[in-house]
């Protein structure tokens, strides 16, 4: 018997995304349901070869409802995650909601897989910002291999990260540079096209932005609670696909040859590493893929033992939609739905 399973934020883009993978992945699902607001109730969105008709969220009774997987914004999920659980479903949310609460599992399965075992807690797990997922995949593998000290991080962030807004605003100012028209800022603080924006939510007392500070605390509570980790989050003219720079330091010797051993053989990871023009992956080719892309690997001659790499990824799926439906998967096949199920 498979499961039942909503979607809401169906008609956004990572709900739409969420959709998609669940297709293409197989995930056994008898039945997938497409929530969203009502005032996007009866609008269309795919699943596979199927057409769903969107439903209201907030008409929507979650019993029997296995797995909801929720992406429509924190206060959407402050608001319902607590009372879909409430109702035995398990809530997988994309948002910032739930990623700091001591009972609330953050997971990146190549990571963590282990921490869903303290998801009854709450009945809610968390997926990480798109840009610490990426980041944790990388850096998990080098952390087994030789414990990771300090962590800096530069990253270059698409617009998609801001939803469709972002997306739109990146388009309509690039036709309006061609065509000498007024620019409008809207989405972003300043022009986004053919630009760079060294802003990403929030400004903090301490002069980092929440976006940086996430990095910083989510790496910490999926990874270690030791490593040192600082970041500069970046918004680029990018439509698709983070990119992150990063240097790590190492407790004890350990050479950026031994770091591509292990990152060849770890999981969800591709190296692409070629010495020569064009031997690197760029944010354009990660779009649409999987994988967590390194390049650019390299010794980092300025501390003991350190190295540096070139790291991109598609943010709409291993950033956002990927990792909450391997998450699902994951509990699959950990036997932990099954359990639910039964005890219920």
């Known amino acids: 018997?498979?499961?039942?399973?909503?979607?809401?934020?169906?008609?956004?883009?990572?709900?739409?995304?969420?959709?998609?993978?669940?297709?293409?992945?197989?995930?056994?699902?008898?039945?997938?349901?497409?929530l969203a607001s009502r005032r996007s109730q009866g609008s269309e969105v795919s699943f596979g070869d199927r057409i769903l008709k969107v439903r209201s969220l907030e008409d929507f009774d979650f019993t029997g409802t296995d797995i909801c997987l929720m992406s429509a914004g924190g206060e959407v999920s402050k608001l319902w995650s607590p009372r879909i659980a409430a109702q035995g479903c398990v809530v997988i949310d994309n948002s910032s909601a739930w990623r700091t609460d001591p009972d609330v599992p953050l997971v990146v399965p190549e990571?963590?897989?282990?921490?869903?075992?303290?998801?009854?807690?709450?009945?809610?797990v968390a997926n990480p910002n798109c840009s610490t997922a990426q980041l944790v995949v990388a850096l998990k593998p080098l952390h087994d291999a030789c414990?990771?000290?300090?962590?800096?991080?530069?990253?270059?962030?698409?617009v998609s990260g801001a939803g469709k807004e972002g997306v739109d605003e990146l388009f309509s100012q690039t036709k309006t540079v061609y065509s000498l028209a007024q620019m409008e800022m809207k989405k972003f603080p300043k022009r986004i096209a053919f630009n760079l924006i060294p802003h990403i939510d929030s400004f903090m007392d301490d002069g980092f932005t929440k976006e940086e500070w996430k990095m910083v605390v989510e790496t910490k509570k999926m990874l270690d609670p030791k490593i040192k980790l600082v970041a500069t989050c970046v918004r680029v003219?990018?439509?698709?696909?983070?990119?992150?720079?990063?240097?790590?330091?190492?407790?004890?010797?350990?050479?950026?040859?031994?770091?591509r051993e292990v990152l060849q053989s770890a999981p969800g990871i591709v190296v692409v590493d070629r010495r020569e023009a064009?031997?690197?992956?760029?944010?354009?080719?990660?779009?649409?893929?999987?994988?967590?892309y390194i390049s650019r690997l390299r010794d980092d001659p300025t501390v003991d033992s350190g190295i540096a790499f070139w790291c991109v990824s598609d943010n709409l799926r291993?950033?956002?939609?990927?990792?909450?439906?391997?998450?699902?998967?994951?509990?699959?096949?950990?036997?932990?739905?099954?359990?639910?199920?039964?005890?219920?």
């Open 1 to 34: 018997m498979g499961f039942k399973v909503a979607v809401v934020g169906a008609t956004g883009n990572v709900g739409r995304e969420m959709l998609n993978i669940l297709a293409e992945r197989a995930f056994p699902a008898d039945d997938v349901i497409a």
């Open 111 to 124: 990571v963590n897989p282990e921490a869903l075992d303290g998801f009854a807690k709450k009945n809610i």
């Open 278 to 292: 064009g031997g690197y992956m760029t944010p354009h080719e990660s779009a649409g893929e999987d994988g967590v």
């Open 318 to 344: 291993k950033g956002a939609a990927l990792n909450a439906v391997q998450i699902a998967e994951t509990m699959v096949q950990r036997g932990l739905l099954q359990d639910r199920r039964q005890a219920a």
């Open 237 to 259: 003219p990018v439509f698709v696909g983070h990119s992150e720079a990063v240097n790590v330091e190492f407790d004890a010797p350990f050479s950026s040859e031994e770091a």
């Open 147 to 158: 414990r990771i000290r300090r962590v800096v991080v530069s990253t270059y962030q698409s």
